[in-house]
Structures are given as C-alpha cells and as structure tokens.
C-alpha cells in the first residue's frame, strides 16, 4: 500500500521582493478563514489598503532574515522532510505542502493522485489548533479531494501541544540557556478575540484572565504548552510567563501582547531575558524577525542587558523521531 506524508505549514514568499511578497500576502489575508469578512470588504480591505502598505514593510523585514538557500520556513521545512524520509524510508512518500506560496498544497495533492497514493497522512505544523491556520489547511484538502473525486485513506494529525513528542525537544533546546536566564518568556502567536468567540461561543472569562477553560481553545492550549514547558523545565511561578505576538489591524487579540510583556519585563529588573516560540516549529519571520530583531531592540531599548532567542525544533532529531511516533 502506497503511504504519503504531506508537511503542511502557512507558507512563504518566493523571494523578498516586494513583488512576491504582495503575492503571497494577498493569497495569505484573502483566505476567509484568515480575515472573516464577506468577499467585497475583505477584497476592499485587503488589496485597497493592507497588501499597498505592507508589503514593503514586510519585504524589508523578509530581507533581514533571508538566507542563500532560501526562506528560513521552507529551509527548516525541507530539511525535516529530509529527516523524516530517512526515518520512515521508502515505503513512504514524504512532500512539503504549503497552504499559501509554494510548494502548493494544491499541486502537491495532484501529484500524489497521480502516484497512485493509497493511504494519505496530512500533518498541519501548528502544536495548537485555530480555524485560521490547522483548520484552514484541512478545510483545503478535503475540498480539494473532494473537488478530484479522490478517496485514499485520510489520517490528519491533531493538534500535538500537549505531546511529549513536541514538548521534550522543544524544552531541551531551551535548557541549556536556563542557567543565565532571569526570565523565560513563551511567546505563541495571537488571534483576534473574534476568532475564538466564533470557535467555541466567547471569550471564557477564565480564558481572559489567563487560565485554561475549553480543550478545544486555541489560547488554552497556548497557555497548557507553556505549564507543559516550565514543568519539563521546573521553572518555578515568577520565573516563565507566557504572551501572544503578530498583532494585526485595530481588533482586539488575545493577550497579553509579547511586545508589551518584554517591555514590562525589562522595567521590572529582568537582564537576562530568554524567550521560545513554541507554537512555530521552524523558524521564520516571526520568530527570527519580530522576536529574534524586533523583540530584543525593545527589550534593550527598555533596560535589559542580554536577550536570548531559543531556536524552534525545526530539524531537531528528537523531533523528528518524536513526529514519526505521533504519525503512527
């Protein structure tokens, strides 16, 4: 039986020109799961103001972090694909399937019809589940199955925030940087509040004030990574936090803001300042840019003296060994 593993994440970029990045950034915001809009506001807002704007900013942002292989994302991405074909060698079919950009989700599924695939596992990279990123790319595949009159065998890996698999490689990667740390800061990525209402009904006053209310809540299974995390790490109260980065436009996000937090941080006496991005499993902009550039220009700029960004578990071979257990 023929078995496929499609990596699936958000996407980058072909290169950081301006021109490529508008591309990808309008495919990225037009996504009604991304911006929840109907068609003509969102097309108004999204190709009349945001893409004109950002784009340059961004393509100098992507500029800053780009390698000569290539986007950092779809580097890591590839290197553990690599990883994994070694692992689970050849009796599987291992592709990188990006929801936005390339290599597209759309034609990767294409090819592996045509190679007569049997058994279709599709892995969403986000430890933790939201509408706007997981549930969009699996909206995509099975429409697009559908849309091919296509029928392997679907196995799709749920949200893995609270999997040793995930959580030991990530935390020994943060460990060896425990001993000058003042602080560790878990900085996941934010949502609009909008989102979380629409997935479950509201914002859970427990959930606003920062503790766990619904399994199935994406800021929830932010805040378990991070306990999950400082456990592993035995981090005692006071020495962690967590926060949520990427804020975009005038909409309330769940907080608190990352921005905010290591500014606050550095007021209140923390020097050395570490800080995870544990729901990215490879390196990218936001991590590498807005944290790694971004994050410790405000952390100095606000009376800290060393800042210290843990890298994601990218290729990491813990990682890749964990993944394959959690596949199968």
């Given at each position: 039986m023929k078995k496929a593993?499609?990596?699936?994440?958000?996407?980058t970029p072909a290169s950081p020109r301006t021109a490529d990045v508008k591309?990808?950034?309008?495919?990225?915001?037009?996504?009604?799961d991304v911006i929840g809009l109907?068609?003509?506001?969102?097309?108004?807002?999204?190709?009349?103001?945001i893409t004109p704007r950002r784009s340059p900013q961004s393509a100098a942002k992507y500029r800053a972090i780009w390698t000569p292989e290539g986007s950092p994302l779809a580097v890591h991405t590839e290197r553990f694909a690599d990883k994994l074909r070694e692992i689970l060698g050849p009796?599987?079919?291992?592709?990188?399937?990006?929801?936005?950009?390339?290599?597209?989700?759309?034609?990767?599924?294409?090819?592996?019809?045509?190679?007569?695939?049997?058994?279709?596992?599709?892995?969403?990279?986000?430890?933790?589940?939201?509408?706007?990123?997981?549930?969009?790319?699996?909206?995509?595949?099975?429409?697009?199955?559908e849309k091919m009159s296509w029928s392997?065998?679907?196995?799709?890996?749920?949200?893995?925030?609270?999997?040793?698999?995930?959580?030991?490689?990530q935390a020994e990667l943060i460990r060896p940087h425990l001993a000058k740390a003042d602080h560790v800061?878990?900085?996941?990525?934010?949502?609009?509040?909008?989102?979380?209402?629409?997935?479950?009904?509201?914002v859970d006053e427990k959930c606003d004030a920062g503790h766990p209310c619904r399994a199935n809540c994406y800021k929830t299974q932010s805040l378990t990574t991070a306990k999950d995390l400082a456990r592993?790490?035995?981090?005692?109260?006071?020495?962690?936090?967590?926060?949520?980065?990427?804020?975009?436009g005038p909409a309330k996000w769940i907080g608190p803001s990352t921005d905010d937090t290591i500014k606050v941080l550095a007021a209140g006496g923390v020097k050395n300042l570490v800080v995870a991005c544990p729901s990215f499993v490879a390196d990218c902009l936001e991590t590498l840019e807005e944290i790694g550039l971004g994050g410790k220009e405000d952390f100095l700029h606000a009376g800290g003296r060393e800042f210290t960004l843990v890298p994601c578990v990218n290729e990491d071979d813990a990682w890749a060994r964990g993944f394959v257990k959690l596949i199968q």
């Open positions: 593993l499609i990596l699936n994440n958000i996407g591309v990808y950034l309008d495919e990225f915001l037009m996504d009604p109907p068609f003509p506001l969102r097309w108004l807002l999204v190709k009349g103001l009796d599987w079919i291992v592709r990188v399937g990006m929801r936005y950009g390339e290599p597209s989700l759309f034609r990767v599924l294409r090819e592996l019809r045509e190679s007569s695939v049997e058994t279709l596992v599709f892995a969403p990279l986000f430890p933790q589940f939201a509408q706007a990123t997981s549930g969009s790319a699996i909206k995509t595949v099975k429409n697009e199955l392997p065998e679907l196995r799709i890996l749920p949200a893995f925030h609270d999997r040793e698999e995930f959580l030991r490689p800061l878990f900085s996941f990525h934010g949502l609009p509040e909008s989102q979380i209402r629409e997935a479950h009904g509201g592993l790490l035995e981090l005692p109260e006071g020495r962690w936090s967590a926060s949520f980065q990427s804020r975009l």
